[in-house]
């Protein structure tokens, strides 16, 4: 479980690579989360969101590291051009919708997120996502 989560727009990936050890700076458009596994989220609401499966994700190497292993320490990941999408072209509907089916699916693995907050952690990424757009820029993920 990651203790700190903290999606963020940047330019490209090496700008986005550089917030490895500090985790993106004030000059990112940024919202900070906590708790839950990022990873495997953003590959859930892409199934959500956009369709497709989760182990085709997983298989196609979705979210793509930019920096850092993961394994150890902070990691930076890149969410993908379709869910970045997806979470830009959603209604508020479809964001309630998805936020709450992905609470149920953290829910069948014994992981309780409330629904309101699930909605806020869906919701909050895709404003940044439609600003990321407007910028012709990336929405990225830092986890330490």
């Not at 090496?14 to 919202?31: D, F, I, W």
């Not at 930019?66 to 869910?83: E, K, M, T």
């Not at 953290?106 to 600003?131: H, K, N, T, Y």
């Amino acid at each position: 479980m990651s203790i700190i989560v903290k999606f963020f727009v940047a330019p490209d990936d090496t700008s986005a690579g550089r917030a490895l050890r500090t985790g993106p700076g004030q000059a990112c458009e940024s919202l900070s989360f906590g708790n839950f596994d990022p990873v495997e989220a953003v590959i859930e609401w892409e199934c959500l969101l956009a369709g497709g499966s989760f182990e085709e994700l997983v298989d196609a190497g979705e979210p793509r590291v930019v920096a850092g292993r993961g394994d150890d320490g902070c990691v930076v990941f890149a969410i993908s051009p379709r869910l970045s999408t997806a979470l830009a072209d959603a209604r508020p509907s479809g964001l309630r919708d998805a936020a709450a089916s992905w609470a149920r699916l953290r829910a069948e693995d014994g992981e309780v997120i409330d629904p309101e907050i699930a909605e806020a952690i869906v919701a909050d990424p895709a404003g940044l996502a439609s600003s990321a757009r407007r910028h012709d820029q990336g929405v990225y993920c830092w986890v330490a």
